[in-house]
């Protein structure tokens, strides 16, 4: 499987299948361990993460260019508008998200037609469909994470390089204590997809890198794995045992000469050796399916 740009890895637990995203292509794919080739359907709009709900709903949650939206998980059949927060803004969309051990949602946004311009916000979707605005002024938020306490939330605006810790209570939704905890140096590209480990550590897909890294909670490299594309998007723990590692990568933004050099670039990988288990990933909460 090749995508122009693919993210929004998801390891779903109830269906032991692995989903993720070709965002200009505005397709959403889905492969269970073993198949060839995976499932693809198209969206018809840009799409950033896919969210599968809890206790086994026929449906998922789907974060475009319009905003929010419900979908039967076997066709991808829309089925409707759970958020549109971007109404009379084209150029905005969804970008990358997770769900909390509650079922919300945290997300963020980007100007697609221009990434310089810091109109992205980071939000959260409440499970009884409240959606509120919890950070602003991000050029391409990126990457939240949550660690297994879920009292700490890392977020990433990729086009600063910078990566912060937010102090999280899942319980009230509220993000606070906001700090720089890691900046990219210029040969390291730009942070971007991310998530922890059983152990703690913080594992980041590198854009324009060609890696991904794993770091100790207080910033210090523990691990760089070189991979055969440059534009390295996200990065996810998933199997039966949560010991295999999935990372996407990107055509996107590479010349026909980059291409020509990186056959490889916008494949999905399997990182080997790693040693490490993941957490297991949240899904959105199944009463999505009723919220109007």
Same mark, same amino acid.
């Given at each position: 499987?090749?995508?122009?740009?693919?993210?929004g890895?998801?390891?779903d637990?109830?269906?032991?299948? %692995?989903?993720?995203? $070709?965002?200009?292509? &505005? !397709?959403?794919?889905?492969?269970?361990?073993?198949?060839? =080739?995976?499932?693809t359907?198209?969206?018809?709009?840009?799409?950033?993460?896919?969210? =599968?709900?809890?206790?086994?709903?026929?449906?998922?949650?789907?974060?475009?260019?319009?905003?929010?939206? %419900?979908?039967?998980?076997?066709?991808? @059949?829309?089925?409707r508008?759970?958020?549109?927060?971007?109404?009379?803004? =084209?150029?905005?969309? %969804?970008?990358?998200? !997770?769900?909390?051990?509650?079922?919300?949602?945290?997300? &963020?946004?980007?100007?697609?037609?221009?990434?310089?311009r810091?109109?992205?916000?980071?939000?959260?979707?409440?499970?009884?469909?409240?959606?509120?605005?919890?950070?602003?002024?991000?050029?391409?938020?990126? &990457?939240?994470?949550? $660690?297994?306490?879920?009292?700490?939330?890392?977020?990433?605006?990729?086009g600063r390089?910078?990566?912060?810790?937010?102090?999280?209570?899942?319980?009230?939704?509220?993000?606070?204590?906001?700090?720089v905890?890691?900046?990219?140096?210029?040969?390291e590209?730009y942070?971007?997809?991310?998530?922890? $480990?059983?152990?703690? @550590? %913080?594992?980041?897909?590198?854009?324009?890198g060609?890696?991904?890294?794993?770091?100790? =909670?207080?910033?210090?490299?523990?691990?760089r794995v070189?991979?055969p594309?440059?534009?390295?998007?996200?990065v996810?723990?998933?199997?039966?045992?949560? $010991?295999?590692?999935?990372?996407?990568?990107?055509?996107?933004g590479l010349?026909?000469?980059?291409?020509?050099?990186?056959?490889l670039?916008?494949?999905?990988f399997?990182?080997?050796?790693?040693?490490?288990?993941?957490?297991?990933?949240n899904?959105a909460?199944?009463?999505?399916?009723?919220?109007?």
């Amino acid at each position: 499987m090749r995508c122009h740009l693919g993210e929004g890895l998801h390891w779903d637990t109830a269906r032991q299948c %692995l989903w993720g995203v $070709d965002i200009h292509a &505005g !397709k959403v794919w889905r492969w269970g361990l073993g198949e060839r =080739p995976a499932q693809t359907w198209s969206v018809g709009q840009r799409v950033g993460w896919v969210l =599968p709900l809890a206790e086994g709903s026929p449906q998922v949650l789907l974060g475009m260019q319009g905003g929010v939206a %419900l979908a039967e998980a076997d066709t991808l @059949a829309f089925i409707r508008w759970v958020r549109q927060p971007f109404a009379g803004a =084209p150029a905005m969309r %969804l970008n990358d998200a !997770k769900a909390d051990a509650l079922g919300a949602v945290w997300c &963020g946004s980007l100007n697609n037609d221009d990434e310089s311009r810091a109109d992205g916000c980071f939000y959260r979707l409440g499970v009884e469909g409240g959606w509120q605005t919890l950070d602003r002024a991000y050029t391409v938020a990126n &990457g939240p994470a949550l $660690d297994a306490s879920g009292t700490v939330l890392m977020h990433t605006d990729s086009g600063r390089r910078t990566i912060y810790r937010f102090d999280l209570d899942v319980d009230r939704g509220t993000l606070s204590n906001k700090r720089v905890w890691k900046v990219f140096a210029e040969a390291e590209g730009y942070p971007d997809g991310m998530c922890f $480990d059983a152990e703690g @550590a %913080l594992w980041v897909a590198h854009w324009g890198g060609g890696c991904i890294s794993r770091f100790a =909670p207080d910033g210090a490299l523990l691990a760089r794995v070189p991979l055969p594309a440059s534009h390295i998007t996200n990065v996810c723990f998933g199997g039966p045992a949560l $010991d295999r590692l999935f990372v996407t990568s990107a055509q996107a933004g590479l010349s026909p000469q980059q291409l020509a050099a990186e056959p490889l670039a916008g494949s999905v990988f399997e990182v080997l050796g790693h040693g490490v288990v993941g957490l297991a990933s949240n899904p959105a909460a199944k009463r999505f399916a009723a919220v109007c």
